[in-house]
Every structure is written in structure tokens, then in C-alpha cells.
């Protein structure tokens, strides 16, 4: 049924196909790769003895062609063992398209929504040790992580990473040693955006 998805790869190959009656036009041949790409999953969903778990990343930007493949999946993954978690942005420029998604997977009706809120201090430890190798971190360390990115864990490890740079963390017999001084002076951006950017200015041209 798919055989005409690959038309595009050779001409001899875009020949043969139209001469078994595989000629078919450029809107026929992305419907029927929408469907293809759904009766995928959903075929390796039933071939997996445990099921699939599909997740997927700020569906907020997801693109008309990838809506267009989970709404046919979640018509069928009642009947199927597949489950999707899919995770968004909650800011007021996101609002729009996240509600798009969950009109048109009917997430509403068959679907569970879990707001998740800022870390909080004994959660943020537990992501720094996970992030440090298990090592044991000072709870004031943890305190300085917390309040300088207000329980956003991306924003957390974006911290860590600039702070391993600057020389201010450092392993001794076990644990994590960290200079809270030179954390105070460090100028490091609030902004978990400015923060990425200023990382991505260390990078060279190549």
C-alpha cells in the first residue's frame, strides 16, 4: 500500500511504480505518508509484548504534518498498547497552540493533564546529586541552585554546568565541594535564555 512513498528515491524506481498504476499526485503522496507513519506506530505498539511509550517534547511547536499523524494514532489507541505523554510550555504565548493539541487529539475526553510546578528543595537536591554523579552536595549549594532558577530544572543544570566552568564546584572524597563566595560574584544571566546564549557565545565559528 505504501510502495508509492518511494517514488522520489530513483527515476527507474518512479517509472516502475507508475507503470504497475502508482501514479499519484504530491497531496496523495503526503496523506498517504501521514497514514503510514501512524499505522506504524500503532503496528509496533501490538509487536511489542510490553506496549510503547511514545513521548514527545513542547508539543507546543509540533507541525501541522506531526498533528496530523498523532490524531490519527489516538483514534485507534483505545484498541491499541500504545500510550503518549507529551509535555508543553504553560506560558501565555504557548496557551494557543497546546489547546490546538488537545482539541484535536481529543485529550480532553481521553486523556490525563498534570501540571507540574517549580522543584522544590528536596527535589532540586535530588536532581543536582543525580546530575553530579550521586555525590553528596551542601544544602546551602542547594538553596543557591533553587533560588537562582526558581525550581526550573533545565534552568538548574544550565547553572551547574556554567558554574563547573568557572571552577566553582569541585570533587573531594565523595562529595562536592562548592565555593559560595565566587558563586555570589559569578555574573550569571536570571534569564534561563540569556543564560543558553552566553554558553552558546563560548563556542567557536567551526
Known sequence: DYAFLMRGFTPALTRLLEENGQKKGLADAQDLFIHAVADFL???????????????????????????????????ISAS???????????????????KFVSELDLAHSGSRIPLGPLDAEAMKALIQGEMGDKDVPQDFVQQILARSD??????????????????????????IADLEGIEKLRLPKDVLQLVLKRMDLLSDK
Open 42 to 76: 500503532l503496528k509496533l505498539a501490538r509487536a511489542t509484548p510490553s506496549g510503547l511509550l511514545l513521548y514527545l517534547d513542547d508539543v507546543q511547536w509540533l507541525d501541522e504534518s506531526s498533528r496530523r499523524v498523532l490524531k490519527e494514532v489516538a483514534q485507534a
Open 151 to 176: 525550581g526550573n530544572p533545565f534552568a538548574a543544570g544550565e547553572y551547574l554546568r556554567a558554574m563547573l566552568e568557572e571552577g566553582l564546584l569541585r570533587p573531594s572524597w565523595g562529595r562536592w
Open 81 to 99: 498498547s500504545l500510550m503518549i505523554i507529551a509535555t508543553a510550555r504553560n506560558d501565555a504565548d504557548s496557551e494557543k497552540e497546546v489547546g
